[in-house]
C-alpha cells in the first residue's frame, strides 16, 4: 500500500524497546535483549518489565507508557493475551513498528485470529509496521540489528554476508542458517514472517531485492498472500540484475480445487508458480541443498553468457558423467574446434580433446599443465563456462600450491567467466580454490546443476516484463458474461484464431440445408452456453453423412434437451470433418491468486496423463510461445518427425500469444478458457479452432 511505513524502522530501527525482557538469558525476552546488546547495536535499548527496575544492565520501566522517548522499533516477547494492550500502548507513544514473537493467533483457531484482527485494526490506525506474530523476528547484521531470539544468534555474530533471506517458516530459516554456515555462506539479512498480519513475503523479499547489502534474494515460501507485492518484489529483483532463488513448499489451496476442464486439471499450483518464477526469472529450488548450492554460485556475480560448457577432467570416467548431467540439465556440450583439440593435445598427448577433455593423470607430474588447459579453453570463446574435475590430486601435499596457483593465476584472467570446481581435500584447501575465483562443490551433479541455474539469470534478466496492463487490441468481456462455442468461436476469430466453415441450425430443414452446403462428412454439436462437456449428454457427433444431418440433428436436440432440461439449447453446431495437422490444446486457467497462465500442449486423450504441457504467465509475446512450443517433450511431433511434414509453429505462436493476452486483459473476468482441439496444419497452411469454451466469473 502506498500510504503504508516502509520497513526501515524495523530492519533499521534507531532505537528498540524489549517488551517483556527478562534476566534470564534462557527465556524469550532474556534471549532477545542479551542478541541486541551483544551484536553491537548502537542506539538506544530500552527494557520494559513491570517487576524489575534493571534487566542485563539496562534500566527497567514498568511499562511502555513510562518509556522516556520514542521508540522506533519495540520487540514483543509476551503471551499472546499481552500483546493487545502493548500494542496499544505502542501505538500511543508513536512507535513505527513490532516484532511479535508470541503464539497463539490465527495459526490456533477463530478467537485467534480475532485477536490478530484487533492488533493489526490498532496497528494499522497508528501507521506502525507489524511483523509476526508467530515469528522468530529478524536479523540485519549490516546495522547491527537483531531482533530475534533464534539460537543461531551465536554462529552468525561477527558476520555480515551478502546473503538475504526471507521465510515462512522460522524454524526452517535456522536450519538453512546453520547449513550455509557450514558451506562457508553467511547471511546478512533474514527475515522471518510469521503469521503475516502485516509484513508479508512479498514485501520483505522487495527490501531484500532493493537493499545495496544483498547480492542474492533467498526465500522460502509455503504459500504467497499477496499476488502485488509478490510480483512487485520480483520486478525490482529483475530490473536490477539480482539473482533470487526459492524454495517453493506445498500447494495453494485454490490449486488443489479439480475443476471441470482439461486446462485446469492441467494447471497444478505447481505449475502456476512455476510460471511466475519463469516470468520473473526467479530460480526454484527443489531441495535445501540445490538452494544453496545456486545461492553460492550466483554470489560469486559470474554468470555466462550462454550456455555452452566445456568440462575438464583428469580423469574419463568423471568427465563421462558430467557431460551426461550437463546435457539432464539443458546445458550444451559442444566438440571443441579443431584448432583448440590440438592446443590441448600438445599439453597432454594421451588425453582426449573433444569435450569431455581429458587431460589425465598427468597434471600430477605437471600441475600447472591444468591451468594452462583452462585459460586455453576460455580464450577460444567456444564456452560460456567451464566445469573442472581435479579430485584427490587437489589436496596433495606436493601438488596443492602449484596447482592452486597456476589454477588461481588462470582464474584470474577470466573474471568474469563462471569456473566451476570440484575437488576432495581438507576445507581449508576448498576454501583456497574458492577465494582464487571458483565455485567449489564437490559433488559433479550438484555442481554442474548450479552452472546451469547460473545460465538461466542473463536471458531472463534481458527479457523485458510484459506490460501488465489492459491491450487496447483486445475485446473487454463482462465478468458473468455467457458463451456458447459458437460464441466462444466468434470472440476468438476476431483475435485471429479461425474456426471451419460452420452453420447454427436449429431444426432438420436448417441442418439439411447446411449439409447440401458442405457435400462432405460433417461434425454435429449442440450449442449450449450450459453445456461445457457436449459428449457426456450425446451432443456430438463426427463423420456424419450428408444425408444422415437432418435427422442427427432432430435426434440430438430431442436427447440433450431431455438429458440437460435446464440448459439453455440454441441448436446445434454443423461444420465440415477436417483432417490432417496435429491436434493440440491452447487454454487459460485463472488462479484466484496469482491469476491468468496460458497453456500449450498436444491434444487429445493422453494431455492430462502425461502433463506434456507449457505454462506461463500471461501474457506473453510470440517469442514466448514459440519458447513455449519447443519446451514441451511432444514437440519433435510438430517439428517433422520421422519424415511428418513440420507444423506451422509461428501461426501457432500467434494464437497462444493472442489467447495470453485475452486473458491478461480480462483477468478480472475469465476464468477458464480451451481450445482443444486447435488444430495445427501444415507450414504456412495456418491453425482452426475446432472447439472452444470460455468461462467467466468475477475474480478480485
Known sequence: MPDRRPLDALLRPASVAVIGASADVTRIGGRALRHLKEVGFAGPIYAVNPGRSEVQGITAWSTVDEL???????????????????????????MGAAVIFGAGFAETGEEGAGLQDQVLDVARRANMRLLGPNCLGLYNLHDDVFLSFSGIFDEVRGTAGRLGLVSQSGGYAGEVVMSARDVGLDFGTWI????????????????????????????????????????????????????????????????????????????????????VFERF?????????????????????????????????????????????????????????????ARLIALSPNGAAANPIDLTGQVANDPPMFAKGLDAVMRSDEFDMTYCNVGLIAGLPFIRDPLLDSLGAAAGMHPDAPLALSVTAPQSTVDAYGAAGFVCIREPARAIRAMAALARFPPAWERPLPDFAADKEMPVITPGQVFSEK?????????????????????????????RSIAKPMAVKIVSPDILHKS????????????????????????????RADARIEGCLVSPMVTGGTECIIGVHNDPLLGPVVIFGLGGVTVELLKDVATRLAPVSCDEAKEMIRSIRSYPLLDGFR?????????????????????????????TLEINPVLVMNEGEGILALDAVIETGTIT
Open 536 to 563: 457426456d449428454v450425446g451432443g456430438v457427433a463426427l463423420n456424419v453423412g450428408v444425408h444422415d444431418v437432418g435427422a442427427r440433428v432432430e435426434a440430438m436436440l430431442a436427447t440433450v434437451s431431455a438429458a
Open 68 to 94: 522516556p522517548d520514542r521508540t522506533d522499533c519495540a520487540v514483543l516477547a509476551l503471551p499472546s493475551a499481552a500483546v493487545l494492550p502493548a500494542i496499544e500502548a505502542c501505538a500511543r507513544k508513536g
Open 192 to 275: 522471518t514472517t510469521g503469521n503475516e498480519v502485516d509484513v508479508e513475503l512479498g514485501e520483505a523479499m522487495q527490501f531484500l531485492a532493493e537493499s545495496d547489502n544483498v547480492d542474492v534474494v533467498i526465500g522460502y515460501i509455503e504459500g504467497v498472500r499477496d499476488k502485488a507485492s509478490f510480483f512487485s518484489a520480483l520486478a525490482a529483483a529483475h530490473a536490477r540484475r539480482k539473482p533470487v532463488v526459492l524454495l517453493k513448499v506445498g500447494r495453494t489451496e485454490q490449486g488443489a480445487r479439480a475443476a471441470a476442464s482439461h486446462t485446469a486439471s492441467l494447471a497444478g499450483a505447481d505449475s502456476i508458480y512455476d510460471a
Open 281 to 341: 526469472g526467479a530460480y526454484r529450488a527443489r531441495t535445501t541443498e540445490e538452494m544453496l548450492d545456486v545461492a553460492y554460485a550466483a554470489a560469486r556475480g559470474r554468470f555466462p553468457r550462454g550456455r555452452r560448457i566445456a568440462i575438464m577432467t583428469n580423469s574419463g570416467g568423471i568427465g563421462v558423467q558430467a557431460a551426461d548431467f550437463a546435457v539432464d540439465e539443458g546445458l550444451e556440450v559442444p566438440v571443441t574446434s579443431a584448432d583448440l583439440q
Open 643 to 671: 519424415g511428418r511434414p513440420k507444423a506451422d509453429i509461428p501461426a501457432l505462436a500467434r494464437a497462444i500469444s493472442a489467447v495470453s493476452r485475452l486473458a491478461a486483459t480480462n483477468a478480472t473476468a475469465i476464468t
Open 487 to 515: 460464441d466462444a468461436k466468434d470472440l476468438l476469430g476476431g483475435i485471429g484464431i479461425p474456426s471451419p466453415a460452420e452453420f447454427l441450425v436449429t431444426d432438420r430443414t436448417s441442418a439439411e440445408a447446411a449439409a
